[in-house]
């Protein structure tokens, strides 16, 4: 029998990748493993050679070959290759030192570091007072009139609660206490949490729940149980009251990003950019309070809230205005 070359076990780990991972993961997969086969020929190993030749030095290699590219594709290279070794050992083709192996990714390869939340906040601001006029523009019909007050309520929930775009869509009327300006949610880890809301998105959301009167009395249905935000489907059922989905979800707001920005903003905010400017400005408004912004914003670890305390460099050039040109420092 033939002795297997690090290059034919190479192929044999895509074929298994082929096999359980999606295409892209695939394409990614066979780059990195190129990487890693080049790396080896620069370091005097050819691909062609035994794979008894390689051991797990080469992950300390294929580390420093990497460090020209960003942390984060140096750190998929490197699972790529861990994977590789793991197949290895999966399929007893050699008999690497796993544990050495991840020892010397924890300590070669680099961690990416955290990236500061992106989001246009004058193109949501813009959006927010948008949406608090949906429902005075003009609709063909019930169905359309009804669906805008809908859209209004879901999009000024999701700028000033900082809900996910799944937690809002599971909404019921029960969950809500309409009086309170509150609602009861169930979010990550199945926890539950209470969520305030402004006195804008409450009346947005009264005046949605009136105008689906008729529609939620002829359900049949217990009134908590009916989703609060519902789907208006043209032509459905008039007795079906169906919740909408976190895909409805993230439709409506490309939809109107496009009417109230113009068809060039498409894409530039999603149901997650509206959390982003909750979380910022409630740092904004408290002075920096980090403690009640992840409260408020339900985040496990308030590292997670920190990444918000950024100041923008809009915000940095004001600042610095401020200090060094309006003391009149400036001129000469």
Known sequence: ???????????????SVKLARAHNTLLTYKKSMQSFLDCLRAEGLAPEAPLSALNEDAVAHFAAYSKDRSPATERLRLQAAAGFYEFLAAE?????????????????GRRPGPRLPQFPREAIEQMLEYADSLDQLPA?????????????????TLGETGLRVHEACKLTRGDMQLQEGKAIVIGKGNQEAMVRFSRRAIRAIRSYIQSRGSLD????????????FAR????????????????????IIARHVARALGEEAK????????????V??????????????????????IQVTQRYAHLSDD????????????????ED
């Open 1 to 15: 029998m033939a002795t297997l070359t690090i290059q034919e076990a190479v192929e044999r780990y895509l074929d």
């Open 92 to 108: 007893r083709l050699a008999e690497p030192n796993l544990p050495r192996v991840r020892m010397l990714m924890r300590q070669r």
């Open 140 to 156: 063909e019909d019930e169905v359309e009139a009804l669906r805008n007050k809908r859209d209004k309520a879901f999009i000024l």
């Open 217 to 228: 009395g002829a359900s049949g249905r217990q009134l908590g149980s009916l989703p609060l």
């Open 232 to 251: 208006h489907d043209k032509g459905a059922g008039a007795k079906k009251v169906k919740g909408i989905t976190p895909s409805t979800g993230r439709n």
């Open 267 to 278: 894409g530039t905010i999603s149901p997650h950019s509206f959390r982003h400017y909750f």
């Open 280 to 301: 910022t400005t409630v740092l904004r408004g408290t002075g920096g309070n980090l403690k009640m912004a992840q409260e408020l914003a339900r985040h496990k670890n």
């Open 315 to 330: 915000e940095l050039d004001r600042g610095y205005y401020e200090v060094f040109e309006n003391s009149g420092g400036g």
